[in-house]
């Protein structure tokens, strides 16, 4: 291990980290009776419905099919019946599309699947030609929270040279530990997901792959580092510890220097990133045909009783996680899908958990940011911390002023919501949620200025037109 | 409780802040400033409390009767930034100011310096800075009374010469006679270390109550800088350029020009540069903005005291690069990631 500890080039904030549930081995939560499946759990389209009330299904059916290039199959995570195709609440805070399906209990699957151990051999001898089509089938999203279609990042355009897989174990939101008790408990299946995707990589050169672990889970890092020990070119790589590191541009900056230029993704550097959950799927998708029906929450905070990292069916409603961990306390305050940088606040406990739920988190009074928001006094900390060396004062300045297409030189597009600026802000301004509204103001008038430059060049062309028409004119 | 039928607080991320926000940030200036007040306290004795707290609470007073009657918005005192403004205004004024002064210069700081202009994080010019300078434009000649009324300074002169009464500092001296006969004397006569360094340094000299020390001001600049509420870009580039115009300047014509240690000990120096240049509100985001920003007030000073007509000129220098803040902004960015 390098005596100095790897990390990005600049911004971030050092946060307490908050792992209260670290030393919890992962729990299974037995599945309910009922369980909601929302048909977008992912980025991108939302799947299509395949299925009709009443109908059976059994585990890893797709009961919703991916709809365009970007959007992922949902499969059923149970054997049973579909009560109900009707919107719910889902953990995104609003009311989307659900199949509700009763579980029978029986746990039958709709595939036969199989139980190869992880190991070099495995691998050796897997042919990764069918992997991606396994991913896609299994309904494999990013588990890190994003929930990118992870098939869809395992087959970049033809002329993207990838030599290097990264897998994100950093976990850089406070509380969450869901990754880091994956790595200590099935750090065996994560290293053999790698070299899997190293694998479907290799066809076009030598592809190396590095697990990027953040320092303070000294345990992680060493039975991943065992877990690596057993295949060529993988690295464990102890990070530095600081938020946010396991934005994709941060860690790939931090493991091997190369930036990921402004608005282009991280193949344009020769990278691919995967959270370490998700190549644990992979391996499971791939070289055993087992969908992806379940995840590891972490259940934490100050606001519940007893903090626990758990192995959930999906569709399982929030309240029961909850309860499973001895219910909240008096002074529980905010409900959050997912961490406390990033996270959204719930209303209501009563969602189901999706594939991008990587963490429930019950703040307490003292824990939440409950302030009412004063004004800026320039203090200029947001942008000593913005990692990609934005100005969020000001930009939040602009968008206060509705001065919208000033955005397009504050570069607003590159920010990646990571909430450092959030975090550290004197008059605790919600400068993400402004952010995210600014965005889409921009956006807007992007479009609008490409659609009048489109009629404009149609207006010319026609007006241009019957001049060339020989005899016309003349 | 019921977790399902629990009502939760819906809020904006993230969730989780930074606990240092603007009251602490405000009270975290305060305490810094405490070493500077004890120094007043020890020089000037009771004259240096009452313009404290005249200081103090007529600038707290005059933000709370603004809000309430004049402006009809909610009330801000409770963010400390007015007590703040009260403060460092007093600071900079001499012992002998008269009460009715002081609250004259807390109506301009506040109403005209700071919530004419929208209140905290709005004004282009440090509040306290607009009070001061408002103060030495209208009341000239009391806000150059260096009178030594009592304490220790006090003491201390009647002991050399019991007729004393008032003892201007080595920058006004020359200044007041700069041009005459009288004033190759005069400076030979500072010069010749009639009075060292040290004195300067610890603070048992003339001056505005809050600057004379610059030990005191250097505690409570270390501490600013330890809790990360000011950089050192500022404080650094400041004195420093100040320290090498006045070396330049000394060693061109030593026959006419104060020692550096003057320039760097016997003003205001240290207190605007630690605590009036570092105002968040009115100096520049960034690392490079910050050092362009500390060296135009060195250089700023340094005009003002060896050619232009005030022999001070800390407050002016640090105004007049307010100005340039905005601009700074705009040209000095941070650098993109991934560009």
């Known amino acids: 291990m390098a005596s100095e500890l790897k990390t990005f080039s600049q911004g971030g904030i050092h946060v307490d980290d908050r792992k209260y549930s670290h030393e919890s081995p992962i729990e299974k939560l037995p599945a309910s009776k009922l369980l909601v499946i929302p048909t977008s759990q992912h980025i991108g389209a939302p799947a299509k419905v395949v299925v009709a009330k009443d109908q059976a299904v059994k585990i890893g059916q797709i009961i919703a099919e991916k709809a365009g290039f970007i959007s992922a199959n949902i499969v059923s995570p149970a054997s049973g019946v579909v009560k109900a195709i009707e919107a719910r609440m889902s953990p995104t805070g609003f009311k989307q599309e659900c199949i509700v399906i009763e579980n029978d209990m029986k746990d039958e699957y709709f595939e036969a699947v199989t139980d190869i151990a992880p190991s070099p051999e495995a691998i050796e001898k897997y042919d990764p030609a069918s992997a991606v089509k396994q991913v896609e089938k299994a309904g494999i999203v990013g588990m890190g929270g994003a929930a990118f279609p992870t098939s869809v990042k395992l087959s970049p355009p033809p002329d993207t040279k990838i030599d290097t897989i990264i897998l994100n174990g950093v976990e850089c939101e406070p509380y969450l530990t869901a990754d880091a008790r994956i790595m200590i408990e099935d750090a065996d299946k994560i290293a053999a997901g790698l070299a899997l995707i190293m694998k479907i990589f290799s066809k076009n050169g030598p592809v190396k792959g590095y697990i990027g672990i953040e320092a303070n889970k000294p345990d992680s890092i060493q039975k991943m580092s065992e877990a690596a020990a057993k295949y060529k070119d993988i690295q464990v790589v102890s990070l530095a510890l600081k938020y946010p590191q396991g934005g994709e541009k941060q860690l790939i900056n931090a493991i091997t220097g190369r930036s990921v230029p402004s608005g282009k993704l991280p193949g344009s550097v020769g990278c691919v990133v995967q959270n370490v959950a998700t190549a644990a799927a992979i391996f499971d998708a791939a070289v055993n045909n087992k969908p992806l029906i379940e995840r590891v929450v972490t259940v934490t905070g100050l606001g519940v009783k007893t903090p626990k990292n758990l192995l959930v069916r999906f569709g399982v409603m929030f309240t029961e996680l909850i309860d499973y961990c001895g219910g909240i306390t008096e002074d529980a305050a905010m409900l959050i899908c997912g961490g406390p940088m990033m996270g959204k606040a719930l209303q209501t406990s009563e969602v189901p958990v999706t594939k991008a739920v990587s963490g429930i988190l019950v703040l307490n009074h003292s824990e939440a940011n409950l302030y009412e928001e004063a004004p800026c006094i320039r203090c200029g900390r947001c942008v000593d911390v ?24 504050l570069a607003i597009m590159d920010c990646i919501e990571c909430g450092s600026c959030n975090y550290i802000c004197a008059g605790h301004e919600r400068l993400v949620q402004k952010i995210k509204i600014g965005k889409i103001k921009l956006q807007e008038i992007l479009k609008a200025r490409k659609e009048k430059e489109a009629r404009e060049k149609a207006k010319a062309e026609t007006k241009a037109a019957p001049q060339d028409k020989p005899g016309e004119s003349k | 409780m019921e977790t399902k039928d629990k009502k939760w607080i819906v809020g904006q991320g993230s969730h989780i802040y930074f606990p240092q926000d603007t009251r602490i940030i405000m009270f975290q200036v305060i305490l810094a400033l405490l ?40 009330l801000t005192i409770n963010d400390y930034s007015a007590a703040l403004t009260g403060l460092l205004l007093a600071l900079n004024l001499p012992a002998s100011s008269p009460w009715w002064m002081i609250c004259i210069g807390s109506l301009i700081a506040i109403g005209i310096g700071k919530l004419a202009y929208g209140g905290l994080g709005q004004n282009p010019f440090n509040p306290a800075l607009v009070g001061r300078v408002a103060l030495l434009i209208g009341f000239p000649a009391l806000m150059t009374n260096w009178s030594v009324t009592g304490g220790y300074l006090a003491e201390l002169y009647r002991k050399v010469n019991p007729e004393t009464l008032t003892a201007a500092t080595p920058l006004g001296f020359v200044k007041a006679y700069s041009g005459t006969n009288f004033s190759a004397d005069l400076v030979n006569y500072f010069n010749s270390y009639k009075i060292n360094w040290e004195s300067l340094f610890v603070g048992t000299t003339s001056g505005s109550i809050g600057e004379i020390s610059e030990l005191a001001l250097l505690l409570g600049g270390a501490y600013l800088i330890y809790k990360k509420v000011i950089n050192w870009e500022i404080p650094v580039s400041f004195i420093g350029t100040v320290g090498l115009i006045s070396m330049a300047a000394y060693y061109a014509n030593p026959q006419a020009t104060l020692l550096p240690h003057y320039h760097l000990l016997s003003g205001g120096l240290f207190l605007g540069a630690i605590f009036m240049a570092t105002d968040m509100v009115t100096s520049p985001f960034t690392f490079k903005g910050r050092i362009i920003f500390g060296i135009g007030c060195g250089v700023l000073t340094m005009l003002i005291r060896l050619y232009g007509g005030y022999p001070e000129g800390v407050s002016f220098a640090i105004l007049l690069m307010n100005i340039f803040v905005p601009i700074i902004d705009i040209y000095i960015k941070p650098k993109r990631f991934g560009v």
Not at chain 1, 386 to 409: D, F, H, R, T
Not at chain 2, 41 to 46: A, Q
């Open chain 2, 35 to 74: 070493p500077a007040c004890a120094m007043a306290l020890y020089v000037f004795g009771m004259d240096a409390l009452k313009v404290l707290l005249v200081g103090v609470i007529s600038a707290v007073a005059a933000e709370a009767l603004i809000q309430k009657y004049l402006m009809k918005t909610a």
């Open chain 1, 386 to 409: 913005c990692p990609m060396g934005l100005q969020p004062g000001m930009i939040n300045k602009v968008i206060e002023a509705g001065e919208y297409e000033k955005l397009e030189e």
